[in-house]
């Protein structure tokens, strides 16, 4: 049984969720702001986060989405943002900061669920033990490091997961649409800038070892990663 850890500090609106969650056969764990929150993950490693953008005590959901995402032997947990913000920077600020999707209130307990299970399947893949080799550009999903040879690549969590699906899935084009399905999760509503951002932030990464390349633009579609020209 999966664990899903829900930061929300709205009594009625996380007993809502642990209820649907226990239903849908998934064991949850409860916080109600990030200092609880943090023991919590840090004693139960919970496969999933539910975490909401607006905490009490000073600290808001997206700084303790960062911190996680820092931290080397926490930053793999998938982490889905609750918030009643709509607007699109904020959006794309929660997405930035390494959260793997993102659900804006009132949601129905359907689509959260199918959010979750659909985030952790993408989760299960990616962490896959087999070590991934191509020419030289090494991701070890146990690590979630990147290395080039012997020398490790500093690399961020969203470009890591951009990363890691290209290297699995080689030699063939994704649409912009089909980059944020896979890699970010459904339903996310964030324009195509977002993709071409990352995509930037990759090559960048990748150009001083040589490999900036094999991340290509395809005309008219989106984008492929290629040992090809």
């Not at 209820?19 to 109600?32: M, Q, V």
């Not at 600020?93 to 804006?104: K, M």
């Given at each position: 049984m999966e664990t899903i850890l829900v930061v929300e500090d709205e009594v009625a609106i996380r007993d809502m969720i642990v209820?649907?969650?226990?239903?849908?056969?998934?064991?949850?764990?409860?916080?109600?702001d990030v200092s609880q929150a943090h023991h919590l993950v840090v004693d139960n490693r919970p496969s999933l986060i539910l975490l909401d953008w607006m905490l009490p005590n000073g600290v808001s959901g997206i700084d303790f989405c960062r911190r996680l995402k820092k931290d080397d032997?926490?930053?793999?947990?998938?982490?889905?943002?609750?918030?009643?913000k709509g607007e699109e920077d904020n959006k794309i600020?929660?997405?930035?900061?390494?959260?793997?999707?993102?659900?804006?209130k009132p949601f129905s307990t359907r689509e959260l669920i199918s959010r979750?299970?659909?985030v952790l399947r993408r989760s299960?893949?990616?962490t896959?033990?087999?070590l991934i080799n191509?020419?030289?550009?090494?991701?070890?999903?146990?690590?979630?490091?990147?290395?080039?040879?012997?020398?490790?690549?500093?690399?961020?969590?969203?470009e890591y997961r951009l990363?890691?699906?290209?290297?699995?899935?080689?030699e063939r084009a994704y649409t912009r649409s089909q980059l944020l399905d896979h890699v970010w999760g459904g339903n996310v509503y964030v324009e195509d800038r977002t993709i071409d951002v990352h995509i930037r932030r990759l090559r960048k990464i990748l150009e001083p070892y040589g490999f900036q390349d094999y991340v290509q633009t395809v005309r008219g579609t989106g984008y492929r990663f290629s040992t090809q020209s």
């Open positions: 209820t649907a969650l226990d239903l849908a056969g998934f064991h949850c764990l409860e916080a109600g032997t926490l930053n793999e947990i998938p982490i889905i943002m609750l918030t009643a600020q929660g997405l930035d900061a390494g959260a793997d999707d993102y659900i804006t979750i299970k659909a299960n893949a990616l896959s033990e087999k191509i020419n030289g550009l090494i991701l070890d999903p146990v690590a979630q490091r990147v290395r080039a040879g012997d020398t490790f690549i500093d690399i961020g969590p969203t990363l890691a699906f290209f290297m699995t899935h080689t």
